[in-house]
């Protein structure tokens, strides 16, 4: 069967394409370094570096009651926090899925009328009481502003898109992303916006804090971390991606609007490393990154995200089936119609979800993956050859994606310096193959020496905790797509200035609900600064 090998070749070929070798990893990193260093130093095209205003990150201490709103990309979130003091919390939440017309509504009003009405949705299921009381003292005090402030909740407010911060509660959208497109919104106070929503159903709510995602979950991480290691990095691998971390403030020398209080010496920094080489100048691009670009509402920005997050790695491998498809010697899930209502056909109709079950499929038969793609993609009867070919671009897309990820993590690490001199004097455990010629040259203390420490190397020996760096991570393609972590600490080793020295001092955790707590976390900070 000349096809099922032309089929199997032509999956191999694309799958090359996806690759980036030792070299390219580490000319992408030096960039990312550099771009993170220009977007401190000035307003820059690349990625915006944006100070948050957070100066601290927390210990594990902090308490009391907070609500927090995530407005994330695919879902809405409510939820309220109760943080005990000692490093737990307990939260209570809701999640609803943004309606799509909403995400290109005409106006700001019509999104955010509709995220207060969830709001007020969650305080009535959810906190009761403490609503009622509050309508009580409305009734018994004439001025809507007339009740106690014990009784306003401080809310932590997540917005997971790149605004322009002038103050702890104030910011202005700067750009849409993620398939979001309301005009009007662009240049307002998203604060604002919502605040004047809460006002209008008159909920007993203050919009504390405006939060990134990646701040939060910095901040999650931080309080919930173990030891006394501060975090460093907070970092979404979602619908999009996007990381925030400590920096030293004398390091942000371009201009600064708004107050705060410099005592610590940081600011945490929300980089927007979606829009890592926007120019690219070095990210690796495919003829399907090209046509998923050139098709999206966006063309040339957010370029590293394209690559790796959630909402397009399955948008690539749709896009890349379809151009085989057209290929008539490969004969891709020969011989049966697709309907064009397939979502295979459907631009953004086929979700990364796809990679993981792609990846997780080892059996011969490839049954539950074949299923997949009949759901996911709208193929039914697909070969197991189809299957193969699949799952082989799938793998070489995804690790594209934990590659680069690798890649953003390292650039963080070694811009900061967190790493200190000494650990990357220590050389790099020797390969095997090094190892044997040692063995075969006599060089016998040599090789006695190396095969030492690469046994300590794979027994992973405990690293001090002050040796650690902590790394805080979350979103669907880390915790769901297999061993995503594993690769981006491949990548990591294979850094220049981190190496597998470097590589065993980064500890990553998932920093589950993150926005979430972190928001809360925030909202508290604020409140203590009224
Ligand atoms: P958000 O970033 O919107 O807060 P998530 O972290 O859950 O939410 O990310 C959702 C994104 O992750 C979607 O783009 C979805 O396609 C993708 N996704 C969901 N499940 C998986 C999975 N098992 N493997 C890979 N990607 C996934």
Known sequence: RPHTMALAAEAKRIAADFEISDADLNKINLEFVQQMKEGLAKNATNMSQIPTFVTAVPNGTEKGLYLAVDLG????????????????????????????????????????????????????????????????????????????????????????????????????LMRWTKGFDIADAVGQDVCKLLQDEIDILKLPVRVAALVNDTVGTLMARSYTSPGKTSTLLGAIFGTGTNGAYVERLDKITKPMDGDFDNSTGDMVVNTEWGSFDNSMKVLPSTIYDQILDQDSVNPGIQMFEKRVSGMFLGEILRIVLVQTLKNPAISLFSGFEIASTAPLHAQWGVDSSILSEAEADSSADLSKLREYIKTSL??????????????????????????????????????????????????????????????????????????????????????????????????????????????????????????????????????????????????LVAAKME
């Open 378 to 523: 709208g193929v039914s009867a697909a070969t197991v050859e189809d299957a193969l070919a699949v799952k082989d671009i799938a793998h070489a897309i995804a690790i594209r994606a934990a590659r680069l990820s690798g890649i953003a993590i390292g650039a963080i690490i070694l811009e900061t310096g967190r790493l200190n001199p000494g650990a990357s004097a220590v050389p790099a455990p020797k390969s095997t193959a090094s190892i044997v010629e040692d063995v075969k040259s006599l060089n016998l203390a040599e090789a006695a020496s190396a095969t030492v420490s690469k046994l300590a190397n794979t027994a992973g020996l405990a690293v001090n905790e002050d040796e650690i760096v902590d790394v805080g991570v979350d979103g669907s393609l880390v915790e769901f797509y297999p061993k995503f972590e594993e690769h981006m600490r491949e990548a990591l080793r294979n850094l220049d200035g981190i190496g597998a020295a470097g590589e065993r001092r980064i500890r990553i955790g998932i920093a589950k609900d993150g926005s979430g707590v972190g928001a809360a976390l925030i909202a």
């Open 73 to 172: 990309g695919t879902n809405f979130r409510v939820c309220s926090i109760n943080l005990h003091g000692d490093t737990t919390f307990d939260i209570v939440q809701t999640k609803v899925a943004i309606p799509k017309e909403l995400m290109v509504a005409k106006t700001a009003k019509e999104l955010f009328s509709f995220l207060a009405k969830q709001i007020e949705l969650f305080l009535r299921e959810h906190h009761e009481d403490h609503f009622n009381a509050h309508i009580r003292r409305r009734q018994t005090i004439s001025t809507p502003e007339g009740y106690r402030d014990e009784h306003i909740f401080r809310l932590g407010f997540t917005f997971s898109f790149p605004v322009h911060q002038i103050g702890i509660n104030r910011g202005t």
